[in-house]
């Protein structure tokens, strides 16, 4: 079986478990115990951090290591069980996995902001309305603050964000004489110049990646997908859509995309090597790149994303995941603390200290945030510009109710035009008339 025929079933599986789960959940339960509605005071917060418990965390990211650590130190009646139940894809199917058993269901789980409405639709995890969390509105960054919503309610806490920038290797840039780009037209004239000058180096990779493609789309002003409870609407034909295709295609005509596959050895090596010499990604990139590509340390620098239009000043967000309460979870009270402590209190300081981006803007505002060098990239202060993209991510942007299943599909469609087989536009046309049968046949109404 390959690999994007696996990962087409495990969405496939995780949209149906989602819809059919939809219709067994009610929504008037009590917070406390079921999956939505009613309230949950502060006060009932407090009493059931200090009745205690046992609470199962699952979560990848290694930040939240030390967040666990320091919630059993300050409230030494809670016991906290971290487990690593695998990344992204593989976490949701075994997440999915335990609620159809009914059993081993965790009490928080880390899921991504474009998965978090799958689940959100669901109700395989707990409105936050009734526990406080509107009141924290002005806490995070507008992008990851619209991300944790679903139907106007709150099903999640951001804890980090991936606003967009254009990150590149500097020495090659100076040994080539090029400019930074500052426009999407610049790249590309920056690729040719780079690649004809060195025909090894290539501005970046890309072999075909759903979120940089949803990513360059909205911050395009693209809004392929809207969504209104089980309405959804899929149109790749829009203005945004339209930007990127055009723009991109140029790159994969003149064949100035390295068609290494990302976080693989060999992109690695390409990253530290100067053949690839730029990512556009989200402001999470730092740490990978410091860890991975190591023999580029002092060579790299961060610079704003490049604009559609001269002089603008819109980004995007490329990645970034919330803590979520499964709606089948034991303790939510307990478990909402947890979140909440991670997210916004002193869990979130924890977080960035250890590497993590802010979501929150008190973090993300802080002078010695901004103000720190990183040696990495030749003492650069990285979050000045990080922070400043986060403020211009453009609003407005909605995933699918299935997103989960349509990125699985993306390389059967959009994909293609990167080996050669049609062009983007027809791409997006087939992704879109994909994503729309399957919503059909899973009982949404799309068009």
Partial sequence: MTILRRRALLGAALSITLLASATACSSSDDPATGTGGGTVSEADVAAALEAGGNLKVWAWDTTITK?????????????????????????????????????????VAQIEYYALPQFALAKSVAELDGYGAAGLDGKFTPGTWN????????????????????????????????????????????????????????????????????????????????????????????????????QWQKLI??????????????????????????????AWMPSNLESGAKAANGKWRVAPMPQWESGAKATAENGGSSLAVPAAGANKALAYAFVKYAAVEEGAKTRVDAGAFPATTAELNATEFKNKEFPYFGGQKVNEVLAESAGQVVSGWSYLPFQVYANSIYGDTVGKAYIGQGSLTDGLKAWQDASVKYGQEQGFTVK
């Fill in 147 to 246: 991300a944790v919503h679903a139907g106007g309610k709150i099903y999640g806490l951001p804890i980090d964000s991936g606003p967009m920038a254009l990150f590149y290797n500097k020495e090659v840039f100076d040994k080539h004489q090029i400019a930074v780009p500052t426009t999407w037209e610049e790249y590309a004239a920056a690729a040719e110049k780079l690649h004809k000058a060195d025909p090894k180096a290539y501005i970046t990779s890309d072999s075909g990646d759903a979120g940089f493609t949803t990513s360059l789309i909205w911050q395009a002003g693209g809004k392929p997908y809207t969504v209104s409870g089980t309405d959804v609407t899929v149109n790749f034909a829009d203005a945004g859509s339209s930007k990127f295709a055009t």
């Fill in 67 to 107: 967040v666990a650590a320091d919630f059993q130190v300050k409230y030494p009646k809670v016991k906290v069980e971290l487990v690593n139940a695998g990344t992204g894809n593989d976490q949701y199917t075994a997440l999915l996995n335990a609620i159809q058993a009914g059993t081993g269901v965790p009490d």
């Fill in 253 to 282: 005509d003149a064949k100035l995309l390295s068609p290494v596959v990302g976080w693989t050895d060999e992109w690695y090596k390409g990253l530290g090597d100067g053949t690839i010499a730029t990512l556009v990604t989200g």
